[in-house]
């Protein structure tokens, strides 16, 4: 049975034929969010880095750019944790198993993770930004002893809005030390209150052999990067992944220029210091 | 064969009345192309389909819309699903088209459509219906718009299959392509007489010297000139007016940005996935599902444009991506011109230098 047809006569490929997957669980995350598990039936698609992301669709509904959250090569499905905000992630969310849903990609830029091998690593993620955080400190742990220190710190509204809660004690017994801050705690919470970057100056930080990654709402940036500033981390050894507006994937639409930049190409992962000609980035 | 320096002579008006030369030559691209071509309509200079030879007529200034409708239309279909046989099934529609009209400006518009489809990920919609294509450019008389002679884009030597001079008495015709070649030779035309071609001569001499709008900076110098603007108050200014009607992309040659859609037919099992022109001075254009505008004001759209054409895309593809046809300035409700803005600039960049 071939569910995707590219019916062309010369033998041209469109670009935006999407494949089939299958919902094999969706497992509710917060209110907000839920984690969908699905088997790509085209087997290619499973060949994705960490901060790579696919273009989901759904007929009817139309398409949006989901961030990958499990980890490269760990099974025959991928992970994706969608909010609902939108049209085609609240339909999304009304999927069962057995469903299927319609992708494209993987496209973008991945997080450099042999760069960061023997160095220390602080993740910094604030609210649905841990969603592709998750999938480089998957894979990060997989070789734990590659690594130096690895530290994060990730920051919700609430404690019912943080994601993968249930995951943290799990890495850090394979050697992740996690950070958490919440901005409006309740009665139950003990931890840190305030910001992100309320956390940072509590990391170690050897100068020169430490990289840091950044991913969270567009608020976020500028002060985590003024606080890495302060830690004395260069800002080549900066990563970010920058949300945009996207429609096509393929570098053509527009939606997701910054400046000159096609983010669905050249990003979403950006080392810090080739964005300081862009600055509509940050 | 390509002799861009060889003229024949085709008789008759710029309008195709009975046995004239360009009924003679529509007639014969009719035969194995959908033929659209320049008309009158509500007093604009438009682009239609030609069904009748005698529907056609050559101006000397811009039609409202360029060409880039037909290579890259304002709604196409991308795919076709239908969720009872969970099937998706890509749409790449093209067939034999002709377009005659073109000046030269949308004939290098063209080209830079070209590079850009081809760029990266082949679009197949653009490409496959560009190799379909069979352009016949025609000259012009600039308006108080046109600046296509600051832009490097007055003249032609390829791009096009068939290109008509206006003389006095009928078109000196040239040829860029072996498809152009032999609809010409098939006309067996005259070769043109010395004093026709002293007459062309003339006339783009006259053409030259009518151009009122221009920039005042060469074109390799405008990416500069932008990349140091950006605190420009000038953005502000034309901000505070621009109504954000998007009129400025959708006239544009060069604009192609686009939306994705779906379109569900009424058995609501099947549909169709659309693409549709978008634009980038449009409200939501770079706004994301949780709400967060990236170019949250009127200024910053304006600038992006601006940057578009003369640097993001410059520094991309090596050209600026304005073909100086003058029609966003011509369109714009509240009268933002793009010579105007862009010397206002250069002015402001030539006093930081040094």
Redo the contacts between chains.
């Keep these: 049975m071939s ?6 006569k ?1 033998g ?7 494949f ?1 997957g299958v919902i094999e669980r969706v497992t509710r995350v917060t209110e907000k969010e839920r984690l969908f598990s699905i088997a790509p039936l085209n087997p290619s698609l499973l060949e994705y880095g960490p901060g790579q992301f696919y273009m989901v ?1 759904l ?6 750019p989901i961030s990958i959250t499990s980890g490269p090569g760990e099974t025959k499905e991928f992970e994706l944790c969608i ?1 609902a ?5 609240n339909a999304l969310h009304r999927l069962k198993r057995g469903d ?1 849903v ?1 992708l494209r990609g993987p496209f973008g830029t991945s997080f450099p993770v042999d760069e960061m091998r023997s160095k220390d690593v602080v993740f910094i993620a604030g609210g649905i930004g841990v969603v592709p955080m998750r999938s480089l400190i998957k894979t990060v742990l997989k070789d734990r002893q590659g690594f130096g220190r690895l530290t994060l710190i990730y920051g919700a509204k609430s404690p019912e809005e943080m994601l993968f809660s249930e995951e943290f004690d799990g890495w850090r017994g394979k050697g992740l030390e996690v950070l958490l801050t919440i901005d409006k705690p309740d009665t139950k919470w003990t931890g840190n209150v305030g910001v992100v970057t309320t956390l940072i100056p509590k990391v170690e930080v050897a100068e020169g052999r430490t990289i840091a990654v950044v991913i969270g ?2 608020v976020m940036y500028k002060f985590v990067i003024l606080s890495l500033r302060d830690k004395l981390i260069r800002p080549e050894d900066v990563f970010v992944s920058l ?3 996207m ?2 994937g ?6 997701c ?4 930049c096609y983010v669905c ?1 050249e990003g979403p992962v950006f080392r810090l210091s080739d964005l300081k000609d862009l ?2 980035a940050l | 064969m390509k002799n861009i320096e060889f003229f024949r002579y085709l008789p008759g008006a710029a309008k195709a009345k009975s046995a004239s030369g360009l009924k003679k030559l529509v007639n014969t691209l009719l035969k194995e192309h959908r033929v659209y071509g320049t008309v009158k309509r509500d007093g604009f200079p438009v682009y239609a389909e030609i069904a009748d030879a005698s529907e056609l007529e050559l101006f000397s200034t811009p039609t409202h819309l360029s060409a880039k409708q037909f290579l890259f239309p304002p709604r196409e279909t ?2 076709r ?1 239908d ?1 009872r046989r ?7 529609e093209s067939e034999r088209q002709a377009i005659i009209g073109l000046h030269p400006c949308d004939i290098h518009a063209i080209a830079l459509m070209d590079e ?2 081809a ?7 653009y ?2 219906r560009r190799e379909k294509t069979l352009i016949v450019g025609a000259d012009c008389m600039p308006d108080e718009y046109c600046f296509c002679k600051s832009l490097g884009t007055m003249n032609v030597n390829d791009g096009f299959d068939i290109f008509l001079h206006k003389i006095k008495k009928g078109f000196l015709v040239r040829t860029a392509s072996d498809k152009g070649e032999e609809i010409i030779a098939g006309l067996k035309l005259r070769e043109a007489k010395p004093y026709e071609v002293k007459e062309l001569e003339e006339r783009e001499r006259l053409r030259e010297a009518s151009f009122k709008a221009r920039l005042d900076a060469l074109p390799k110098d405008l990416p500069e000139v932008f990349a140091s603007s ?1 605190e420009s108050t000038v953005w502000e200014r034309i901000g505070s007016i621009c109504t954000g009607c998007g009129s400025c992309n959708t006239v544009c040659p060069t604009c ?7 379109e ?1 037919k009424a058995s ?1 099992s099947e ?1 169709e ?1 659309v ?1 549709v022109w ?1 634009g ?1 001075t449009l409200e939501d ?8 505008d ?2 949250k004001t009127r200024a ?1 759209r304006l600038r ?1 444009r601006f ?2 054409k003369f ?3 410059t ?2 593809f090596g050209m600026p991506f304005c073909v100086g046809c003058g029609r966003c300035s011509r369109a714009c409700l509240v009268k933002i011109n793009i010579t105007e803005v862009t010397n206002e600039l250069i002015r402001e960049s030539n006093k930081r230098r040094p």
């Design positions: 569910l995707s047809v590219n019916q062309t010369e041209l490929e469109s670009p935006y034929l999407p089939p669709g007929p009817g509904y139309g398409e949006a909010r905000v939108g049209n085609v992630t299927f319609w709402p567009p949300e945009r507006r429609k096509c393929v570098g053509k639409c527009g939606h220029q910054i400046n000159g190409q600055p509509e | 991308l795919l699903y969720i969970h099937l998706h099934e890509a749409v790449i850009v489809w760029y990266g990920r082949p679009d197949a919609n490409l496959s950006n192609y940005c686009f939306d994705i859609k779906d569900v609501l549909g996935r693409r978008d980038c254009f770079a706004k994301v599902a949780g709400g967060h990236f170019r910053e992006h940057n578009r640097r993001y895309l520094d991309r």
